[in-house]
C-alpha cells in the first residue's frame, strides 16, 4: 500500500512538473510581450499641505510636475503627482 501510494506521488508530482514547464514554455518572453501601460500609472496623487488659496495656486504654478489646488473646508488642499 505504502509503495502504490508513493509511486502515484511521484507519478503526480512529475506530470505537475512537466505541465508546469510546458506551460511555461509557452509564455511569451518579456521582450516579446511590449510595452505596457503600467509604467504611466505608477504614481499617484499626493496631498501636500492646506494653504491659503493665493499660496496653493503661486505653489501649484512653481511646482515642476502636475499639480492642482481644490477646496479644503476654508482653505485650499495642494495636491502633486508623485512617481
Do not use: F, N
Amino acid at each position: 500500500m505504502r509503495v502504490r501510494l508513493l509511486l502515484t506521488g511521484i507519478a503526480l508530482g512529475s506530470t505537475m512538473l512537466v505541465g508546469g514547464t510546458a506551460v511555461a514554455q509557452a509564455a511569451p518572453a518579456p521582450s516579446e510581450i511590449g510595452p505596457t501601460s503600467t509604467a504611466e500609472a505608477a504614481g499617484y496623487w499626493h496631498k501636500d499641505g492646506v494653504y491659503s488659496e493665493s499660496t496653493c495656486y503661486s505653489l501649484a504654478a512653481s511646482y515642476a510636475g502636475p499639480a492642482y489646488c481644490t477646496p479644503y473646508g476654508s482653505k485650499w488642499a495642494l495636491y502633486i503627482w508623485v512617481e
